[in-house]
Nanobody
Framework: QVQLVESGGGLVQAGGSLRLSCVAS????????MGWYRQAPGKQRELVAT???????NYADFVKGRFTISRDNAKNTVFLQMDSLKPEDTAVYYC?????????????????WGQGTQVTVSS
């Protein structure tokens, strides 16, 4: 199993910045892609950004040019640098890890989630 713990959320003014961190523990060798998702009240959880083991990145259109995802494989940590924050960025941000394990001939896969960290952007 994998455990994920997020940190770095808080209250900022529009135009400000925050950096989120997520530290993975447990069976970290099984982790492949990691990412950040967010969920605002009354809305579905949505993808913000993902990053592969080889550092290939993918971003939602609404954060391109403002957010940057990165990871430190040695420390089992993924980051989300958020700049030019907008009130509509207000949400609980969740860390995600996609894991695969088992022998080559029989692979198992699972998704893991952190408990989330609140980001609030004031007008």
């Amino acid at each position: 199993q994998v455990q994920l713990v997020e940190s770095g959320g808080g209250l900022v003014q529009a135009g400000g910045s925050l950096r989120l961190s997520c530290v993975a523990s447990g069976r970290t060798r099984s982790i492949n892609a990691m990412g950040w998702y967010r969920q605002a009240p009354g809305k579905q959880r949505e993808l913000v950004a993902t990053i592969s083991t080889s550092f290939n990145t993918n971003y939602a259109d609404f954060v391109k040019g403002r957010f940057t995802i990165s990871r430190d494989n040695a420390k089992n940590t993924v980051f989300l640098q958020m700049d030019s924050l907008k009130p509509e960025d207000t949400a609980v941000y969740y860390c995600n890890a996609e894991a695969a394990w088992g022998p080559v001939e029989r692979q198992y896969e699972s998704s893991y989630w952190g408990q989330g960290t609140q980001v609030t952007v004031s007008s």
